[in-house]
């Protein structure tokens, strides 16, 4: 079993950067398709970003393409999101979750292991 523990959230200003870690203990990731999802206060859990398992595919919301970008270092057993950018309405907690062997699936029932999430806030 894996365990994922997310890192990096924090308060900036729109338009400003910031990299979330999503970290594997337990088991490697590097058979592990990874997604990130977001919930803002009051509203359902959305999905962020997913990349497969092999690293050959990726998924971005509608919302962030072209300024969040998911990527994986397996030497650090760790999943990055790179959001530059960043506007109000990316404020949200943030989760990593994994599932084996998958593809860049954005749904998040398809998803096992969840971490607790890091909060994202940003100012206008």
């Known amino acids: 079993q894996v365990q994922l523990v997310e890192s990096g959230g924090g308060l900036v200003q729109a338009g400003y950067s910031l990299r979330l870690s999503c970290a594997a203990s337990g088991r490697t990731l590097r058979n592990y398709a990874v997604g990130w999802f977001r919930q803002a206060q009051g509203k359902e859990r959305e999905s962020v970003a997913a990349i497969s398992w092999k690293g050959d595919s990726t998924y971005y919301a509608d919302s962030v393409k072209g300024r969040f970008f998911i990527s994986g270092d397996n030497a650090k057993n760790t999943v990055f999101l790179q959001m530059n950018s960043l506007k109000p309405e990316d404020t949200a907690v943030y989760y990593c979750?994994?599932?084996?062997?998958?593809?860049?699936?954005?749904?998040?029932?398809?998803?096992?292991?969840w971490g607790l999430g890091t909060q994202v806030t940003v100012s206008p």
């Open positions: 979750a994994g599932r084996v062997l998958g593809s860049a699936e954005p749904a998040e029932t398809a998803y096992t292991y």
